[in-house]
């Protein structure tokens, strides 16, 4: 089955995002926190603050639509796990997410697990202009 638009979503221009992905090696006990990506939608730009993340962590990409249009945020990021979508009081599960579209002045929250390293690209569909990734990076120690 093919990935399927979840709830509303983003606007956006063109910024490339890199996030470094880094697997730490260290032995630690206890829970690790979840990881968080914002991503803003602003004069049809996707801004983002990069931060290193980790592979196998709880991760939380909040996006909010600052525009006066509707955006998408779509990516094969999120195909093939489990993932969460929150947006507009609608909560939505599935493996097979493709993304979601967010209205003006909106937000969504999608959370999965960091499964996979390498170069995650997300776009609108709307406006084919808009286009960001995430470079995640798995750095062993020597």
């Known amino acids: 089955?093919?990935?399927?638009?979840?709830s509303d979503?983003?606007?956006?221009?063109?910024?490339?995002?890199?996030?470094?992905?880094?697997?730490?090696?260290?032995?630690?006990?206890?829970?690790?926190?979840?990881?968080?990506?914002?991503?803003?939608?602003k004069d049809?730009?996707?801004?983002?603050?990069?931060?290193?993340?980790?592979?196998?962590?709880a991760t939380v990409i909040a996006i909010v639509n600052q525009d006066q249009v509707r955006h998408d945020?779509?990516?094969?990021?999120?195909?093939?796990i489990p993932t969460?979508?929150?947006?507009?009081?609608?909560?939505?599960?599935?493996k097979q997410i493709g993304g979601l579209f967010l209205d003006a002045k909106k937000e969504a929250v999608v959370r999965f697990t960091m499964e996979r390293p390498g170069r995650h690209?997300?776009?609108?569909?709307i406006h084919p202009n808009m286009k960001g990734e995430l470079l995640l990076l798995n750095v062993e120690a020597v």
């Open 1 to 6: 089955m093919g990935a399927r638009k979840v």
């Open 9 to 41: 979503l983003l606007s956006g221009g063109r910024v490339w995002l890199a996030a470094c992905f880094v697997l730490a090696l260290c032995s630690q006990g206890g829970a690790q926190a979840e990881q968080r990506i914002e991503v803003t939608i």
């Open 44 to 57: 049809s730009t996707f801004l983002t603050k990069q931060v290193p993340l980790r592979l196998g962590v």
């Open 73 to 80: 945020f779509g990516s094969t990021m999120f195909e093939g």
């Open 84 to 94: 969460r979508v929150e947006s507009g009081g609608i909560v939505s599960y599935g």
């Open 121 to 125: 690209e997300f776009h609108c569909s």
